[in-house]
């Protein structure tokens, strides 16, 4: 025991000898660098840059990831390590880094929760943690932080409610918290921050309705909300919001319809996810109106009525995505709006599927853009024949007639579609024999039933 506390003793004196010597001529006194050490002293990386790198054989403010102010020499003003494949917890320390503007620390693998002393950085102009597998709740404090213009939290574990008072940044224009496990409501005090231009809270468990403030959020361009849990309307005050680029819903709870003028206007509207909820009610005429729109998808819902011809007015749409609505065609004029859609060259993806289209397909069809590669029309009561000059489609790769009620023989244009790879024509009342122009289609699966005489005809042809 004597001897031990002997050690002991001799260490005790020794010890801040030795520090002494380790520090001389580099003396710490700056709290930004007891601060980026106490950072250091909490992560490690893989392969081992950081610790290494940030020695006492050079100033802190030259350090990898580290810039100082012009103003101010010995301030941190920078500290930017995305993808430094950091490991570990996130430094209380930085809070102390006064005059920083910009924390970036994205595509790394912190862990724990982000410190609630990263709300006393007044000059933060960017924090960015994206990427990252940080849990724990999003910091009340960061309301603090009131010059913020960039708030990226995305693609973490954070849970927990959308906190106030996040409505105290008035120059916040990036928003970004999605992919996390947040839960609770949109909190509509954020429909203050008047310069939000980019709000993303998709992929999180928010519920509750889309509190209709947002509507007042006139400098938003990206509105994504997708893959939640919210319910009710989309407030009519949305569809005023002129300056939208992007409206993403998809995949929610919600309800009502799309009021006959929304589209008058978001003459800016490229992008608009309304899939898999339960909206009803007809497509508005007034989607002529919405003429930058390139991304158009209503997919599993329940609009019904025809589709209004004036979609094709959108000369810029390449996705349509309307698959299993209930929307019909019953005569030749409810057809028009294919018609109208040859209009739209650069249309690429034509989704019609599980809805209750019915009647003859108009010879219009094959005169849509050349450039679809993909046309679902499975499951509708669509008759007559498929139409003849269906080869004008070269660039189709999946055609899906399957489940409906066609009747004659396949056209033997289908056979010039070099890149098709997929057709379903099962679930008809085709006939007939499979033309012998298949043999040039390497690569082609057909489906058809085995019940059908045109299966039993296409084994025979593989069989020769
Ligand atoms: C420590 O602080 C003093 C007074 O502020 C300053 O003169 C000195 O240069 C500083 N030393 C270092 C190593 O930063
Ligand atoms: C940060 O500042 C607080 C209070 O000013 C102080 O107690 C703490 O020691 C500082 N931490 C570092 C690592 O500098
Ligand atoms: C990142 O670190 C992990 C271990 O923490 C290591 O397995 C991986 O290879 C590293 N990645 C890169 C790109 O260095
Ligand atoms: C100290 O950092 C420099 C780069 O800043 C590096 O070249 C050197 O190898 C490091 N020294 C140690 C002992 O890690
Ligand atoms: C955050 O940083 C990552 C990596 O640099 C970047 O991809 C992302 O766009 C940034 N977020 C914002 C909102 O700028
Ligand atoms: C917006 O801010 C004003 C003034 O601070 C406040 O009265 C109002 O309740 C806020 N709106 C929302 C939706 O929180
Ligand atoms: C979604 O919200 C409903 C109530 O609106 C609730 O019953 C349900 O459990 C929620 N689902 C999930 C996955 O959170
Ligand atoms: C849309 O904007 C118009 C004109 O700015 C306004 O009269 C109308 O009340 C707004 N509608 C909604 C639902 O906010
Ligand atoms: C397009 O918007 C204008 C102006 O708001 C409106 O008068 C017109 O009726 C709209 N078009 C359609 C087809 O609804
Ligand atoms: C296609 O556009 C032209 C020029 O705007 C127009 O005259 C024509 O009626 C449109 N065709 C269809 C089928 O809508
Ligand atoms: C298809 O387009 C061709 C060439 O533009 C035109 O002559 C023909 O009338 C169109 N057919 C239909 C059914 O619209
Ligand atoms: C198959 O391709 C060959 C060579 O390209 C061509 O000569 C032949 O006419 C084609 N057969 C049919 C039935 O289209």
Known sequence: MAWAMKLLYIFLLLCPFSHALLSLGNTINSTDELALLSFKSMVSSSPPSLPGSWNSSSHFCSWPGVVCGRRHPDRVVVLRMVSFNLSGHISPSLGNLSFLTELNLADNQLMGGIPGELGHLGRLRLLNVTRNHLDGSIPVTLGGCTKLKVLDLSANRLQGEIPWPLDSLPSIKYLFLYKNRLSGDIPPSLGNLTNLQNLQLK??????????????????????????????????????????????????????TIPPNSFNNVPHLQVLYMDTNNFHGPIPASISNASSMVDFQLAHNYFSGIVPPEIGRLRNLIFLQLNWNLLEAKEPKDWEFITALTNCSRLKILGLSGSKFGGVLPDSFSNLSASLTYIDLEDNQISGSIPGSIGNLINLQILALDINLFTGSLPSSLFRLKKLVVLYVDYNNLEGAIPMAIGNLTGLMIYCSIQMPLALQYQKHLET
């Open 203 to 256: 992929e999180n468990m928010l519920s509750g309705a889309i509190p209709s403030s947002l509507g007042m959020l006139s400098s938003l361009s990206l509105l994504s909300l997708g893959f939640n849990n919210l319910s009710g309307p989309i407030p009519t005050s949305l569809w005023n919001i002129s300056t939208l680029m992007l409206l993403s819903v998809q995949h929610n709870m919600l309800s009502g």
